[in-house]
């Protein structure tokens, strides 16, 4: 470790490595709600040993290649927002934090395409692509808090994903640093029939397959029109049954967002709401959005329904952001807040919700739940936790049994394990059960990537 540390100075500079106690600490924790009763607790049992800060990409292939040589763990950090413990070292080692690679390299106006540095964080990107009319369509509620890097290794979605899709879908090429430090760019342009798609051994790897450095993203001209409306619902499986016929008639909302009643009372902003409710979002040239949210209308239409006018989700959209409910309950001493995000077919999604509602009420006050990221197959199913315990080591165990419960769930009906989140630590025990013989693939790749076993090491249910 010594010897390592001491090259890494002479390789970097003093300046760039960071190996101070209480400035490793900041390291030692991401969004998981499991660190957070860490903090509160005092307690870092997933800390770094030290971290670079690479200036540019052959700095990090000079850290990687000498890590290799030296046989030291290497884990990626971007601005730390994962809430599944994923830029957190299982075993110590070197964390590569990624934030000063961050310059905006080029916007290519005739391709409708940029290129970025993957430190650079998510809304400086979209804030300047907004001045020029441009945006990524991109829009995760960690906007504010997250890099492109981290987008593209934990196969991040946003807010707008049923009509532009999720990370990967904007994914146009890209520069990875491998483990032995050879930098390999790929690039595939608007589409590419040369062998495998090579972009997916790296978009979701969370940092297991190399350190992504720069990424080309494709960009849209920002929306003229939109037009809102909230709709509330007497019977969940009546929303379930618009979500999915809006979308296998070929319509694509960018906004689709149903609650159940427990949530819904959150989202209109009202204790007494008593209903589930839709939120929908229509947008593009006025005519096309106009004849979508028509169509639309005709779909709920035939089932009995409210409707509320758009005022609820212009609200919304306002707040979109916040997520202070769940920090100002995490900050205080026996506050539990947890947010699993699970995936399933239209023929899966009701017994999975129910399952998880009914198993995981006993540790909540409240079980919220909504479907926010809709296809013509399914949906996805993000459930809320917010309850109080004794105190924060109650909370840290009883976390770690909501995550147990609720991933056995998931298994026994067929769900996704996570959706949009990414396993981390969280999930890290329930990969092989999620992908059966598939991880036999990883497997292997991972071997012929790394053989060295140097990057995020244990990762993705991965050899640690
Ligand atoms: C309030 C809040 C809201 C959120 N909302 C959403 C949401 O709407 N949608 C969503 O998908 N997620 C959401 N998240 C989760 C989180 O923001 C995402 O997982 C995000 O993509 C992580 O980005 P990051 O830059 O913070 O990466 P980090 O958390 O630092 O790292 C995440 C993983 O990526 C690896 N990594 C990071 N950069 C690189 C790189 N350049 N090369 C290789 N590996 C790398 C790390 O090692 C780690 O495994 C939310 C989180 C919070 C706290």
New binding site residues.
């Given amino acids: 470790m010594v010897d390592f540390k001491d090259a890494l100075i002479d390789l970097l500079g003093a300046e760039q490595v960071i190996d101070g106690d209480a400035a490793l600490t900041n390291y030692a924790y ?2 998981w709600p499991v660190a957070a009763k860490w903090r509160n607790q005092g307690k870092t049992p997933l800390k770094p040993d030290m971290v670079a800060r690479p200036q540019t990409t052959a700095d990090v292939a000079r850290i990687v290649t000498l890590a290799n040589e030296h046989h030291m763990a290497l ?10 413990g ?2 957190m070292p299982l075993n110590g080692g070197l964390t ?1 934090d ?1 934030s000063d ?1 961050n310059h905006t390299l080029n916007i290519n106006e005739t391709n409708m395409t940029v290129t970025v540095e ?2 650079k ?2 809304y400086i990107l979209e804030a300047e692509l907004n001045e020029l009319g441009y945006t990524l369509n991109h ?5 504010d ?15 707008f994903s049923s009509k532009w899709g ?2 990967e879908e904007l994914l146009v090429g890209f520069e ?1 640093v491998l483990a032995d430090g050879s930098v390999v760019c790929y690039e595939t342009g608007p589409r590419m029939a040369v062998g495998p798609d090579l972009r997916h051994v ?1 978009v979701g ?9 720069k990424v080309t993203l494709q960009i849209f001209r920002m929306s003229e029109h939109r037009i809102f409306e909230a709709v509330a619902f007497d019977k969940l499986e009546d929303g379930l049954a618009v979500m999915k016929e809006i979308m296998q008639r070929g319509l694509r909302p960018f906004l689709v967002r149903f609650y159940n009643p427990t949530e819904a009372r959150h989202a209109m902003q009202d204790k007494n709401f008593e209903k589930c409710v839709m939120f929908l979002g229509f947008e593009g040239m006025p005519s096309l959005a106009e004849a979508e949210y028509q169509v639309a209308k005709s779909i709920w239409e035939a089932y009995p329904t409210d409707i509320l006018g758009p005022a609820a989700v212009e609200a919304w959209m306002d707040r979109r ?1 916040d ?1 202070s409910t ?2 100002n309950i995490l900050r205080n001493p026996g506050g539990l807040a947890e ?1 699993i ?1 699970v995936g399933h077919y239209w023929d899966g999604i009701e017994e999975t919700y129910h399952r998880l509602e009914e198993a995981l009420s006993p540790y909540a006050d409240e079980v919220l739940g909504h479907f926010s990221h809709v296809y013509p197959q399914g949906t996805s199913l993000y459930i809320i936790l917010l309850g109080q315990c004794a105190d924060d080591a109650e909370a840290e165990a009883n976390l770690l049994k909501v995550w147990e419960t609720a991933m056995t769930i998931c298994l026994q009906t067929g769900a996704a394990i996570s959706h ?3 396993v ?1 630590v969280a999930r890290k025990d329930f990969v092989r059960g999620a992908l059966a013989s598939g991880m036999t693939v990883l497997e292997r790749v991972k071997g012929a990537m790394d053989p060295e076993n140097i990057l ?1 090491p244990g ?1 993705l249910g991965l050899d640690a």
């Avoid at 829009?139 to 906007?143: F, R, Y």
């Avoid at 593209?152 to 979605?157: D, E, F, G, M, V």
């Fill in positions: 991401d969004w884990t990626p950090w971007g601005a730390g927002s994962s809430v599944t994923a830029p590569l990624l690679l993957t430190g964080m998510g829009s995760p509620q960690s906007l808090r997250s890099t492109v890097g981290g987008w593209l290794s934990t196969r991040a979605t946003g807010q999720g990370i990875v790296f790897a969370e940092g297991t397959m190399g350190v992504i450095t952001f997520f769940v920090e947010t995000e949009h989140h990414g981390g995020s990762k």
